[in-house]
């Protein structure tokens, strides 16, 4: 399976003949809870002795046939569905500190993260450094010893900053801790964790499903990361599973060390409940089916797009990845050759909102990743309660207007803008 190329992975990985109905495509088992075979076998899966289903808030079958898509995609050791991509960012952070611990974090990230990062994690005992990814130093310098995780988005939203993967992969390896990088708008374009990132999130929500009409989330693990000292919870004794050592029972899974996914998913699902309906993983299986041929297409339009902004002369500024002069446009072609993916800024000579307000085919929505194409003003919407010299070291002024370019045709989108510049 791993020799499989995205095109195939997105259509088979994960799912087996299923020898009672030969369903061709994954079926949905929409059951909170599983019949065990006998009172032995209830008892080997609540010590984790035996893996299957016991309740669908910890496993599921159609759960687990999107999980292990994901993993395949992302080309992790394993996956864990939750029910949001918030929620995935939340029980990785968690999952890797302790109260009193650190990360360090790119400062231009997803408003929602930010918010999370500095309002929510002190509130739970732990704390983030943000830092300008733009040079990787700046990541080694705000590393102490309570620093837990590095942590970056492969294509920040809505600023567009692609960081040097490899260089901050180093840093963290040499801290003896854990790259995180949030790949919810390059999926399917770029795979962190073969450039040295330990841990994936994703909001499935956007590209993921591409439909707009499921809110999920992922965490894909390596399966390379060894936990040392810094890191207990993987190596001492686990109360709630009477001693169990992560590392020890789950350290080697036929060469992968999945300890950190195991106890996400004992630990943190099973008694905060982030659960995703197994009717979203099903929908999310569609979605994947067609992921590789929509981004490239999604990146193609967003490219045309781009290039007829930069043409207009209402336009004042564009930002995409993917146009010479961009910051991180040499980045973006050696990691994502394939495209870089659907969403663009830009600002325009004149009122932003009153832009907005008059497009028609255009949606003013707060998404990204899906077929329609959205606009949305993050610095009132999505960025709206960072202060504005924190939105504007973010890179994300008044004036930035975000397009998360979808699968119209190209002319008919240019044609809407430029009616409502006019
Ligand atoms: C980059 C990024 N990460 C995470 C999230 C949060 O995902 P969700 O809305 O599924 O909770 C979003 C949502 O916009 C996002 O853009």
Do not use: C
Request: net charge negative; hydrophobic share 40%.
């Amino acid at each position: 399976m791993s020799h499989w190329h995205l095109e195939t992975l997105g259509i088979h990985a994960g799912q087996s003949h299923d020898p009672q109905t030969g369903s061709a495509t994954v079926p949905l088992y929409m059951t909170a809870a599983y019949q065990f075979e006998s009172p032995e076998q209830a008892a080997a899966l609540f010590e984790l002795r035996e893996f299957g289903n016991i309740y669908t808030r910890i496993t599921n079958p159609t759960t687990a046939v999107f999980e292990q898509r994901m993993a395949a995609i992302e080309g992790g050791a394993a996956a864990l569905a939750v029910s949001s991509g918030s929620s995935a960012i939340l029980l990785t952070v968690l999952n890797l500190t302790n109260p009193g611990d650190e990360i360090v974090s790119a400062n231009n990230l997803y408003g929602g993260t930010y918010q999370l990062f500095t309002n929510v994690l002190p509130m739970l005992g732990r704390s983030a450094r943000f830092v300008d990814p733009a040079d990787p130093e700046n990541f080694r310098k705000a590393i102490t010893d309570k620093t837990k995780a590095l942590y970056v988005e492969t294509i920040g939203n809505p600023a567009l900053f692609i960081p040097d993967f490899e260089a901050i992969a180093a840093i963290a390896r040499e801290a003896g801790v854990p790259l995180v990088a949030d790949n919810t708008v390059a999926a399917g374009l770029f795979r962190p964790l073969e450039y040295g990132a330990d841990i994936a999130v994703l909001s499935a929500t956007k590209y993921v499903g591409g439909h707009g009409r499921a809110v999920g989330g992922v965490i894909v693990e390596s399966g390379k990361f060894h936990w040392n000292e810094k890191f207990p919870m993987f190596r001492n004794p686990e109360p709630s599973y009477h001693g169990l050592v992560y590392q020890d029972a789950f350290g080697n899974m036929d060469g992968a060390n999945i300890a950190f996914m195991v106890r996400a998913r004992t630990i943190f699902l099973r008694d905060m409940g982030m659960a995703i309906s197994p009717f979203n993983s099903w929908l999310f299986l569609q979605g994947l089916e067609t992921l590789a041929l929509r981004m490239r297409e999604h990146s193609a339009n967003a490219l045309t797009i781009a290039r007829g902004l930069a043409e207009n002369s209402l336009v004042e500024w564009v930002n995409y990845p993917g146009l010479p002069g961009h910051p991180a446009h040499e980045r973006a072609l050696r990691y994502m050759p394939r495209g870089q993916s659907g969403l663009l800024g830009f600002a325009i000579r004149g009122d932003g909102k009153k832009f907005i307000g008059n497009l028609k085919l255009l949606k003013h929505m707060v998404n990204i990743g899906d077929v329609r194409t959205i606009v949305t003003h993050p610095a009132s919407t999505t960025h709206q309660q960072m202060s504005p010299e924190d939105r504007h070291k973010a890179g994300i002024d008044d004036n930035y207007i975000r397009l998360s370019v979808g699968l119209e045709n190209t002319d008919d989108v240019l044609a809407d803008i430029e009616q409502a510049l006019q």
